[in-house]
């Protein structure tokens, strides 16, 4: 394992440093205010950002990592305007939070080469929306990625947005396998039948009394952010599960 620097471990103990001091100073917002139509595409590029990490990071980042990084640009942008971004650097298992903001940036230059960049209190509003989603639909415990799940379902099959992994030599990686639980529930949400429902239901008790909610969790999040419909009679079902999981894991940590 390679030895940590010196100018690494002070990163670490700052970025520590700064999530103890904003455990009790959170910035979510749960309003409308920020969903207008003009802002909307700033959000979806701050989340494709953000999903792009998640992908760079093998699948691995954490909701709570997440929030740690937009309380940080929050932070950032009310300083005022943000220094030129570095040279991007990754190395896996490290400095998570700064590719995060890293990659958001990058969204950011991208649309804003074309469109207007809202004003910096705009952008933080939009930030403070999404750090008000995440809080919405975290999963409980430390290790959550439910909210990295529900974007991931939403901007591949509402977006479009396809993002991949690549070899050393440029090569596409092969994509994760889906597992049986997503499978069933897609067929139900597309208007399968009615075993496909019984079928996803099923598999969900045997989940849940296996100690397996946080998979239960992820999958429902991932299915509600492909449906994207609120109106979608499979909505409400998923949102019942979701709850009856998150039940499940609350009990079994105590």
Same mark, same amino acid.
Do not use: C
């Given at each position: 394992?390679?030895? !940590?620097?010196?100018? /690494? ?7 520590? %440093?700064?999530?103890?001091? #904003? /455990? ?22 701050? !989340? ?12 691995? @980042?954490?909701?709570?990592?997440? +929030?740690?990084? @937009? !309380? ?42 074309? !469109? ?9 509003? +939009? ?15 430390? #290790? ?20 991949? /992994? ?35 239901? %099923? ?19 991932? @299915? ?31």
């Amino acid at each position: 394992m390679a030895k !940590e620097s010196h100018d /690494q471990r002070r990163k670490k103990k700052l970025a520590e %440093e700064r999530r103890k001091a #904003r /455990q009790n100073q959170s910035s979510a917002y749960m309003g409308e205010k920020y969903k207008t139509d003009e802002l909307i595409p700033t959000w979806m590029h701050t !989340e494709i950002g953000i999903y792009q990490t998640y992908v760079m990071t093998d699948r691995k @980042l954490l909701d709570q990592t997440v +929030v740690d990084a @937009l !309380e940080e640009l929050i932070g950032m942008l009310r300083l005022g305007p943000l220094p030129e971004p570095g040279e991007l650097r990754y190395e896996a298992g490290r400095e998570e939070e700064e590719l995060v903001i890293a990659m958001v940036r990058r969204s950011w230059a991208d649309h804003f080469a074309t !469109e207007r960049r809202p004003p910096r209190d705009d952008l933080i509003g +939009v930030l403070r929306t999404i750090l008000g989603s995440i809080q919405k639909v975290k999963a409980p415990g430390p #290790r959550s990625q439910s909210y990295l799940h529900h974007i991931a379902g939403f901007l591949t099959k509402k977006l479009g947005v396809t993002v991949r /992994q690549v070899s050393a030599d440029l090569k596409p990686l092969p994509e994760p396998t889906d597992g049986e639980l997503l499978r069933l529930g897609r067929q139900w949400a597309a208007g399968g039948t009615a075993e496909a429902r019984t079928g996803f239901l %099923e598999l969900v008790t045997h989940l849940l009394k296996t100690g397996q909610a946080g998979r239960v969790i992820d999958d429902g999040h991932r @299915l509600l952010g492909e449906v994207s419909d609120p109106s979608s009679p499979v909505v409400p079902e998923l949102t019942a599960v979701i709850h009856k999981a998150r039940e499940s894991l609350l009990t079994a940590m105590g």
